[in-house]
């Protein structure tokens, strides 16, 4: 998506330790026309009318996750992190590695809000090496439920969480595809389809 | 806001200690078509064209801040939640008291995005006990920015919060203002003003 790429090029930086920095416009400040532009690009990209949810995690993605479902006219459910055991019948979990973090956290989301007869597609702000997403789909699966595909507003292409998702035969479609980034000129590179 | 409370009370329930469960399509599932209204009637209330920026906190408040900022054309900002100390100079920071959850936190927001120029429409999902509210103000007073209002989704109006704040001259608009609730009987009501 040229807007996004652009936008990447001019407000976001690159630091140290595959960081790219974005949060002048996707998730600190957001760019609610930004946001609006990339909902209706998510649903260009995933334009069938079997989807019942969209399924998102806290924090980052909540934003986007909600001004796409806008295009889709069905709810948001955004998992939430959890970092105490969750003994909670109530819910589905999955334990996810944050590489960012260096840590374990589990995420949860009622059963009463994911069921066997939703039809999911999940959104993120960010894809790497897919921890979140596997967690997530690690939920959707716990309900019975079937993925739709997955949205990212901008994916590392230089990490394995897309090809390991899409070689699983998972259908991810990422707004911006970065192929390399420095921090040391602060170039950044899009892949080309 | 007469749709927002016949949602509360169609499908919220109210738990011991004072809590209104309203997860089926507030604050976990979300009903993006009740965020829209919500958004238009936050616009409705604060018709002005002076709001530079909507400033909300993580986690719930961000999907009806950046719902409703459609309405504004202005930037979403978000206040993020620190439980360690933050001794980066480039972020406003304020101590919040949580009494849901009985302990303190900081709450911060990139200097870059909030200053002086500012003109700050507050949205939050809850009113309580204002904690979390004052400690947006006083981020907002901390960049030399301008409160031009607090937009609540629902507001517990037997907690003093609400009368706080607008006792100090702030104007609080909030959606739903519950007057009283009882776990036991499940009822609900709601001001009338």
Same mark, same amino acid.
């Given at each position: 998506m040229k807007l996004l790429e652009e936008r990447i090029l001019r407000d976001g930086y690159v630091k140290e330790g595959n960081v790219l920095k974005v %949060?002048? =416009?996707?998730?600190?400040? +957001? %760019?609610i026309e930004l946001y609006n532009e990339m909902g209706r690009e998510f649903r260009r990209l995933f334009p069938?009318?079997? +989807?019942t949810k969209i399924l998102t995690i806290e924090v980052s993605g909540i934003g986007i996750a909600c001004v796409a479902a806008q295009y889709f006219h069905v709810p948001v459910v955004f998992a939430r992190k959890s970092h105490s055991i969750n003994l909670d019948d109530d819910v589905y979990t999955a334990r996810v590695q944050s590489y960012t973090h260096k840590r374990e956290y589990d995420i949860i989301v009622s059963r009463r809000y994911l069921t066997g007869e939703d039809n999911v597609l999940i959104i993120d702000d960010f894809l790497a090496n897919g921890c979140a997403v596997n967690g997530l789909l690690e939920l959707v699966r716990g309900a019975g439920a079937t993925v739709e595909g997955v949205g990212i507003? +901008?994916?590392?292409? =230089?990490?394995e969480g897309g090809r390991l998702l899409r070689g699983s035969g998972i259908r991810v479609e990422s707004l911006a595809v970065v192929e390399s980034m420095d921090a040391a000129t602060g170039a950044v590179t899009f892949r080309r389809t």
């Open positions: %949060d002048s =416009f996707l998730n600190h400040q +957001i %760019d069938g009318d079997t +989807i507003a +901008i994916e590392k292409g =230089f990490q």
